[in-house]
């Protein structure tokens, strides 16, 4: 039946029917809120393309971890920064057990143990050279040296009482290797939060200054994804659940929402998003300019994630978008 007696615009007349006849929803439990700890430094240091977001101190972090529980957000993410004297060739400040990740995950599940903790497991915050693996003498970045090492980091993560594990290097084989080094320390229940398909994007540059993670030379395509391959994208993910990922993600988020549904339809899983630094920059540039709308942007973008396959939203407008949520 078409027009006149099929009128779609009938479902959009008032708010409750709207509400009512919603196909996506968006709670405060299916976010995450990424926080950016040091172990020295002030309490807390602005970011500069990153307005409202801090770096802070462990003790800070706790009280972020409280609010973060307070609004109902799903979980925090962990990422760690590191001074250069703390920064080696290896990057063994990952697997620190006095390591800044280490310490502020065992500061949060003391004072907020019904708070999920996960923390994202990468190199590139402790090592010299700021990437993601092991560095040959060449300058490529090896990948089964690195996994070894990656999978240490997950360890010691989780033995600080981490409930999930993140890995967000791209080295081949990592997540086989973070599942095996688990199991064998009897962590068999931490779950593996798998980066399957991050792409090697320009969006990430606001992130990098906030830890401090730039490469010092050359760039991350060589083992991050190319942009322009969503069909890999899925080949990424497929092996990840093979390796064992309980949970896998797309990153950045808005420029790839395609590749958030492929990853769900082929996945079965749940899939995490990752609403990346600069796309949060994107907006908060505009919003302060007054081009946007801050409050229905964020919502709208949020939603769409969801909307494209993403059961879990990693973002910097968590507890904004929670407040919202609420009124
Ligand atoms: C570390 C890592 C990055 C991000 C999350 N984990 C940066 C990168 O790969 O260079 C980016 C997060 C963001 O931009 O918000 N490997």
């Not at 615009?9 to 006849?21: E, I, K, M, Q």
């Not at 500061?107 to 497991?121: S, Y």
């Not at 990840?240 to 950045?252: H, L, N, S």
Request: hydrophobic share 45%; with cysteine.
């Amino acid at each position: 039946m078409a027009f006149p007696a099929t009128r779609p615009r009938r479902l959009r007349s008032s708010a409750p029917l709207r509400d009512l006849v919603r196909e996506t929803d968006l709670g405060a439990g299916r976010l995450v809120l990424p926080l950016f700890v040091a172990a020295e430094g002030p309490p807390r240091a602005p970011i500069a393309a990153m307005p409202v977001v801090d770096r802070v101190s462990v003790a800070e972090a706790v009280k972020d971890a409280g609010e973060a529980c307070a609004l109902g957000l799903g979980a925090v993410l962990l990422f760690g920064w590191a001074g250069p004297q703390d920064k080696d060739e290896q990057g063994s400040g990952a697997w620190d057990e006095q390591g800044v990740v280490q310490l502020v995950t065992r500061a949060i599940k003391d004072a907020h143990p019904e708070l999920l903790v996960i923390t994202d497991t990468c190199l590139c915050q402790y090592t010299s050279h700021g990437h993601c693996g092991f560095v040959r003498e060449d300058g490529t970045v090896e990948n089964d040296a690195s996994i070894e090492l990656i999978a240490r980091a997950a360890v010691s993560q989780a033995r600080a009482g981490a409930d999930m594990v993140a890995p967000s290097d791209m080295m081949d084989g990592r997540i086989g290797a973070v599942r095996a080094a688990l199991d064998a320390e009897g962590l068999t229940n931490t779950p593996i939060l798998a980066y399957s398909a991050k792409f090697a994007s320009a969006f990430y540059g606001p992130f990098r200054e906030a830890v401090g993670s730039a490469p010092a030379f050359g760039d991350r395509r060589g083992y991050q994804m190319d942009p322009g391959n969503g069909e890999e994208a899925v080949r990424e993910a497929l092996l990840d659940v093979q390796e064992g990922a309980d949970i896998v993600m797309v990153k950045p988020a808005l420029p790839y929402l395609d590749v958030i549904r492929r990853v769900k339809d082929a996945t079965k899983l749940p899939v995490a998003a990752y609403n990346v630094s600069g796309e949060y920059a994107m907006v908060k540039a505009a919003a302060a300019a007054g081009y946007l709308d801050e409050r229905a942007v964020v919502l709208e973008t949020l939603t769409a994630f969801r909307r494209a396959g993403a059961d879990i939203v990693i973002t910097y407008h968590a507890k904004d978008a929670a407040r919202w949520l609420q009124t």
